[in-house]
């Protein structure tokens, strides 16, 4: 009889917490109106959302805080429907989200700047934005022309409240298409030619989740010194999708879209005609976005990108003398199978630092030894909770990708975590990062 009761009370439990979880939810929105301006804590909506969750728990692979956690569902709407409805939407915003203000000295002196491609779910890019913001940073933020208006409208009350962030619209972009990196390098140029300081540029996504407060990415970017960080992998041939690789102005090099490089780095490929040439060449290209960066930085023999790297070098050492041939003929001759590019990929997740690539953390399904406990959507891993204890261990300045409709309280844990330790500050040493393993050289 025990059991019986049990086994009810059990399959009950996801509709009285469901239940519980709205509640609280419509309860804490209306309180925060009331909010003061206090920092000592974080009370914006995400640690509303996440009050009776505990995000610790979850870092420590607690089994029954993730089924719990796994439960909860963010109602967007009505956090949508507060801001547009208001008569003073700058000042919701603020009790919404509490963008913070410049936190320190260090921080102040280095700004960074953020270019991004956003398309859905309003209210996570405005959540990643609260863990990035401060008043020294710039962002730019091109909005895919496929979005709904009450996602342009509330993305363009956010620019009138904060003069640091600036928004625009494109034409409709598809998957995979040259509307991305092109969107994406307009964001550049507008943040190069802005006469405002910053040091270093991070390109996101709206599906972004920051492992890395502010200070700490400080820290890491000054370690950089100056380069590049992105992906290095050999181009494959079909990317091209019928064009001949020898009409490219550059030996062509795989990456991805995410990558962080300085200012003086911007500055040199805004003016460059070599790099604009590069970008138009790769129009009708399969993902573009995956092939500009790492080119435009990994020739330094035809195009002295500050910052840069030898890529051809970098990839001769990953797979050894025979590289050579393979890079003549993929680039200019007829197409062979590449090598195994298994050799380069992260063959388990070993403890901090063992990956050159800081710019981003991203698992695949088809390389080897993926780890993803949350589903894949197009070979790429979409986190959930269970991911949650290697998440918040990660080396990499982000994660990519969480959805706020796909087990929530994982991505609104990570952006509570960042807030909490912007607010207080745990010791952090980024001297390590100034040698990446195994990394361009």
């Known amino acids: 009889m025990k059991r019986m009761v049990q086994r009810s009370t059990w399959k009950l439990l996801p509709i009285l917490t469901s ?3 709205s509640i609280t939810i419509f309860s804490n929105i209306r309180n925060a109106w009331s909010l003061e301006g206090k920092r000592e804590d974080d009370e914006s909506i995400t640690s509303i ?3 009776n969750i505990s995000c610790q728990n979850l870092f420590d692979g607690e089994e029954q805080e993730a089924a719990m956690a796994k439960m909860l569902q963010v109602n967007s709407s009505s956090i949508i429907d507060a801001i547009l409805d208001s008569s003073d939407s700058c000042n919701t915003i603020e009790k919404l989200f509490r963008f913070f203000p410049t936190l320190s000295a260090e921080e102040n002196d280095f700004p960074i700047a953020y270019a991004m491609l956003v398309h859905k779910d309003v209210i996570q890019v405005m959540m990643l934005l609260s863990a ?4 020294q940073n710039q962002f730019c933020i091109a909005v895919d022309g496929n979005s709904n208006e009450r996602f342009w409208n509330v993305l363009r ?3 009138s409240c904060y003069s640091n962030i600036q928004i625009f619209r494109v034409k409709k972009i598809e998957w995979c298409s040259f509307g991305i990196i092109e969107a994406v390098f307009d964001c550049v140029v507008r943040l190069a030619n802005s006469t405002l300081q910053w040091n270093y540029i991070q390109i996101l996504s709206g599906v972004d989740a920051p492992l890395k407060t502010n200070l700490e990415s400080v820290r890491i970017l000054k370690a950089l010194n100056g380069s590049f960080n992105t992906e290095i992998l050999p181009f494959e041939r079909y990317r ?5 690789a020898k009409r490219s102005p550059l030996p062509l090099v795989k990456s991805s879209m995410s990558v962080v490089f300085s200012r003086e780095a911007a500055n040199f490929m805004v003016a460059n005609q070599v790099v604009h040439e590069q970008l138009t060449f790769l129009k009708g290209t399969i993902c573009p976005d995956e092939s500009f960066w790492a080119t435009i930085a990994g020739n330094p023999h035809k195009l002295a990108m500050p910052g840069g790297f030898d890529a051809k070098e970098f990839l001769r050492r990953k797979f050894g003398k025979n590289y050579a041939k393979w890079w003549f003929r993929a680039n200019v001759g007829p197409w062979i199978t590449p090598p195994n590019t298994s050799k ?3 063959q388990e997740q070993k403890p901090f630092l063992d990956n050159y690539v800081i ?3 991203q698992q695949w399904q088809i390389r080897p030894n993926s780890r993803c406990r949350g589903r894949y959507y197009r070979l790429s891993c979409i986190f959930g909770v269970d991911d949650l204890p290697i998440l918040v261990r990660r080396h990499e300045l982000v994660a990519h990708k969480l959805y706020i409709d796909f ?13 909490q330790r912007s607010l207080h500050p745990v010791q952090f040493d980024a001297n390590i990062y100034k040698n990446l393993p195994d990394g361009p050289i």
């Open 19 to 21: 239940v519980l979880v």
């Open 49 to 51: 959302l996440l009050s």
């Open 132 to 135: 990035l913001y401060q008043l």
């Open 157 to 159: 009350k956010l620019a």
């Open 240 to 244: 091209l999708h019928g064009k001949r």
């Open 344 to 346: 380069i990929e992260l």
């Open 359 to 361: 710019s981003r953390y």
């Open 407 to 419: 087990q929530p309280a994982a991505f609104l844990c990570l952006i509570r975590e960042i807030r």
